[in-house]
């Protein structure tokens, strides 16, 4: 029985896709002088900022990662809440199953860009890239949250959009609910659960088979 579903945060729980990528670009224009076209920066999502700009060349990561960070304000109209989560994430806490979340971002870009959202209340546990030394696709982050919940890995499902999210939960044991709705290349994932909406995480609660 699950009794805990843990969340990735970009393009699982929140669309910020073209925040993300349009703060991005703005920087390494700035940093790098050179403009990148979205598909060439899609490899980001999923993996933390500053190993995002370490594969770009950025020389000072922390001085770019501090203007992503503030760039990503000029978008923030351009985030929201994926259709369905907050419904799902008021059944599961009626239902008394515990809540979490594992996210390659900092505390602070997770504070910036999350905690507006309104839905940090929802969650039982939180996992940020600054937890833990090894990051996704490593196990690492999701082997922390087992440990502050308690749980064992057959106790847990992991919902992400990419395949890091996929490998971190294989490498931790876990079983892998790809979120359609955010993902944005799901080519090489194999998933558990093919998760058409948010609707669908409530099916493998009450019945956990594959669906």
Known sequence: MIKCVVFDVDGTLIDTGEAIISSLQKVLQEDLGQAYSEEELSFAFGIPG???????????????????INYLSDFKDS???FKGINDCLMKLKADDIKTGIVTSKTREEFD????????????DYIVCADDTKRHKPHPDP??????????????IV?????IYDKECAEGAGVKFGLALWGAKNIEGIDPAYLLHSPEDILKIITCPRPI
């Open 50 to 68: 500053a190993v995002t700009l370490e594969k770009l060349g950025v020389d000072d990561i922390e001085d770019s990662i501090g203007k992503w």
């Open 79 to 81: 985030i929201k809440v």
């Open 112 to 123: 910036d860009s999350f905690v507006p959202m309104g839905l940090t209340g929802f969650f």
């Open 142 to 155: 999701l082997l922390k949250l087992l440990e502050m919940s308690g749980n064992n890995p057959e106790d």
């Open 158 to 162: 992991y919902i992400g959009d990419t």
